[in-house]
């Protein structure tokens, strides 16, 4: 028979009341008694009724992560569908950070076709399932932070800088300036760089941070040539590459700016004959588990997915305690894996 908080009341000498105001943490309890409160919870062994207290105080005890997508589900797995490689290695840092805490997670996929045209907010903000939420992604329209800031829940935004939450980003100018003075520094003279589609913020801190590099490193010998694909997939990748090469265009160097992207590019070279990586080097702005099995195996910058996820449940929880702080935006480091995909010229 399951322990109940009368049993916790008559055990600690208390009333129900009182045991209820102890579980809520109330300041109007002593100390003495919350300690004796709670050493009789740790005896019986008690778990509070989380659907219970949430009808008292009105939290819900469950934190949300929405998932950012581009377009609809779709369960093909084919070359030009977008998948969410880069947003599972994030979610893979919160569940940790969520150990020895009152809170559960709930997992969304939102459309950002429907966060363009409309102010609607994801299921679990509107049903009010959620205490406060994790957004894997930052494809935000005016109308949806409008609607999102007038319900007044805590926010933290993963992958996207945005004034008007706490957020975690990685520093994309740097990566893509390490990745061309890398690439510049072992004798590359042809060097394009395949970047995501132009919804995405960040394509333009990959911009600026490869044409500083090669501004700085001025070499009228060297040629680039920078491409937006249209979507973040395989075929976009392909597609991309496959124009400039008709133009008569040969790369010594292929940066991507994503797995999906780069393994595009190598299909489309390998199609060609070109050997790899010794007529054409390769590296990625996005380290992740395609790049690691690709043939050959793709060096490039790993951004600490699981790392910036952890930091944006941490935000979060502070803010949940205290939501008088003020905004903050943390940036993670990034660091280099060579796989041997970079050979000297």
């Not at 975690?168 to 520094?185: C, G, K, P, Q």
């Not at 040539?225 to 010594?252: C, F, H, M």
């Amino acid at each position: 028979m399951s322990v109940t908080i009368i049993d916790v009341a008559q055990k600690a000498g208390v009333s129900k009341s009182t045991v209820s105001l102890v579980l809520q943490d109330s300041a109007s309890i002593s100390p003495e008694t919350k300690k004796k409160v709670r050493q009789a919870v740790g005896e019986l062994g008690y778990v509070p009724n989380m659907s219970a207290r949430s009808l008292i105080t009105r939290r819900t005890n469950n934190i949300g992560i929405i998932i950012i997508a581009a377009q609809q589900p779709n369960l093909s797995y084919d070359f030009d569908m977008g998948h969410h490689l880069y947003q599972s290695d994030i979610l893979d840092g919160i569940p940790p950070k969520m150990e020895n805490t009152e809170y559960g997670l709930l997992l969304e996929q939102y459309c950002v076709s429907t966060l363009d045209m409309t102010g609607n907010l994801p299921n679990c903000i509107q049903n009010k399932r959620v205490d406060g939420v994790i957004f894997l992604g930052g494809l935000f329209s005016d109308a949806f932070i409008k609607s999102l800031k007038a319900t007044g829940i805590p926010v933290a935004v993963v992958g996207s800088s945005n004034e008007n939450f706490d957020c975690v980003i990685t520093d994309h100018y740097r990566s893509a300036f390490e990745m061309t003075e890398r690439l510049l520094n072992t004798g590359h003279k042809r060097i394009c760089f395949l970047d995501c589609p132009t919804r995405y913020s960040s394509y333009l801190s990959h911009k600026q941070g490869f044409e500083t590099c090669l501004l700085q490193n001025r070499d009228d010998s060297v040629l680039s040539w920078y491409v937006n694909s249209l979507r973040n997939t395989g075929q976009s990748g392909y597609e991309a590459l496959k124009d400039l090469w008709q133009q008569g265009i040969r790369p010594d160097a292929v940066i991507g700016a994503n797995g999906m992207i780069m393994m595009g590019a190598v299909r489309f070279l390998a199609e060609t004959g070109v050997r790899l990586p010794q007529d054409i080097s390769l590296i990625v702005h996005e380290d992740s588990i395609l790049t690691s099995y690709a043939v050959p195996p793709i060096s490039g910058m790993n951004v600490q997915k699981e790392l910036m996820g952890g930091k944006a449940c941490e935000l979060l929880l502070q803010r949940l305690e205290d939501p008088t702080l003020a905004r903050r935006c943390l940036i993670t480091p990034s660091y280099y894996v060579d796989r041997g995909s970079v050979l000297p010229r």
